[in-house]
């Protein structure tokens, strides 16, 4: 009896100790078993499916509205989902007690996400800014200095937020403290650098962002909806309501989207021209052989039945194919790293800003594998790397004085007149 007592008590520590972890793999087995995993179980799914349907119109809504106002408007836009993103991953880790005993831990971590920023886009946006303010001599002094010392500004900035978190050091904090610069570092590398990568594809041309960006959000609505309607096999344990239904389905809708909207897009030029400044308004230029209409004779499998022999196609619809391919199998990996995550934390969501939806990280996290692959992509295969008179006078104007751009004029002239001189003598 006395032994079936003890086993029974909640009392003692060991069984404290038992309880706690019994709670915890119950967590896990409900999340598994119980949580409806696939949505045509799901008695709740309409109700569900009407919410999700609500805020995602209200984000396409909004997210036309910016694209429409511009280069300006998206890269704000960008800036304001990182600090968004930033603030749910922050707070992932907070405890109130220790924060409690360390008053300057949160304004430590926006500082070196905030130096992190002026790094990342100081990289990005210089020579645009120069070109913005080259007309007032004061302003464009100003700025070819900063740019000049941009890289040492931002280290020193770095270097203070490290004194910083050494000088708040506290006995007994330490693995807290610890625990959060190196958290804050990992949020600065994966999440921030990558998202940043989009700031770079917008002043490409938008066409550059709005294509992959509009890729992903296709691939999760019908990965969605074919999951919602037809989805039975499981795709992944980490995210047991996607299925392959789902996947497979949304996989085909996208790669056939890719085809078409790159042809929609690729025929505005506000659209697919460069912005070289920081200005706002459309850009009108003379468009790329990239985005020029060429005939197209389709192959000789096609049935005869089919009404159209030969069509005209955009070059850009095919890089369109292997940026659709993209985000149907690789990009959705990210969503997937994303589910695992949440897993680890034990949590749902990241947030709960966008109803039906999660948090902005929730829905962030394809997105940002996309844009690295769209960057790398557009600097490989399709950019021009090759040095032109714009980008040499691009470089002469950022980081030469006045005085030595006078020089240089001075020489260049006497270089070109001696050159001249020679070939007339031949």
Not at 104 to 116: C, E, P, R, S, V
Not at 236 to 255: D, H, N, Q, R, Y
Not at 276 to 301: I, N, R, V, Y
Not at 407 to 425: E, H, N, R, V
């Amino acid at each position: 009896m006395e032994e079936e007592h003890v086993t029974s008590s909640p009392s003692t520590p060991v069984q404290k100790l038992r309880h706690r972890k019994r709670s915890s793999e119950v967590f896990v087995d409900g999340d598994r078993v119980n949580a409806s995993p696939l949505l045509v179980n799901d008695r709740n799914k309409y109700k569900s499916f009407m919410v999700r349907t609500y805020s995602t119109l209200w984000m396409i809504g909004g997210f036309v509205m910016v694209v429409y106002m511009g280069h300006l408007y998206i890269t704000a836009m960008v800036l304001v989902i990182q600090i968004f993103m930033a603030k749910e991953l922050f707070n992932l880790l907070r405890k109130a007690p220790e924060d409690k005993c360390l008053p300057g831990i949160k304004q430590l971590n926006w500082h070196f996400f905030f130096t992190a920023m002026l790094f990342v886009y100081g990289r990005i946006l210089s020579q645009r800014l120069a070109n913005t303010v080259t007309k007032d001599q004061f302003l464009y002094r100003l700025v070819s200095g900063l740019i000049k010392y941009h890289m040492a500004i931002c280290y020193f900035l770095y270097i203070i937020g490290f004194m910083w978190f050494i000088l708040t050091l506290k006995k007994k904090m330490y693995k807290y403290q610890f625990g959060q610069y190196a958290w804050t570092h990992m949020i600065l590398i994966v999440v921030f650098t990558q998202s940043s990568f989009t700031v770079a594809n917008i002043f490409e041309g938008i066409f550059w962002f709005l294509l992959p960006a509009s890729l992903i959000i296709i691939n999760d609505i019908f990965a969605y909806i074919f999951g919602f309607f037809f989805g039975r096999t499981p795709l992944i344990k980490l995210s047991p309501k996607k299925t392959w239904e789902g996947f497979i389905g949304a996989s085909v809708t996208t790669i056939i989207a890719a085809f078409v909207l790159a042809n929609i897009l690729g025929r505005f030029p506000w659209l697919t021209c460069p912005r070289q400044d920081l200005s706002t308004g459309w850009l009108h230029c003379d468009a790329d052989p990239m985005f020029k209409p060429e005939p197209f004779t389709l192959p000789a499998w096609i049935p005869e039945w089919f009404p159209w022999k030969e069509m005209e196609v955009l070059p850009v619809q095919w890089h369109a194919l292997c940026l659709g391919l993209f985000a149907s199998i690789i990009a959705p990996f990210g969503g997937f790293f994303a589910s695992g995550f949440k897993r680890a934390f034990k949590i749902k969501d990241f947030g709960d800003s966008i109803p039906g939806h999660g948090g902005i990280t929730d829905r962030m996290d394809c997105q940002m594998v996309m844009a690295v692959f769209a960057y790398i992509y557009l600097q490989s295969f399709i950019v021009s790397q090759s040095v032109s008179v714009d980008k040499i006078l691009d470089q002469i104007l950022t980081n030469l004085t006045f005085e030595e751009q006078q020089a240089l004029f001075m020489k260049l002239g006497q270089m070109l007149q001696d050159k001249a001189k020679m070939i007339g003598y031949s």
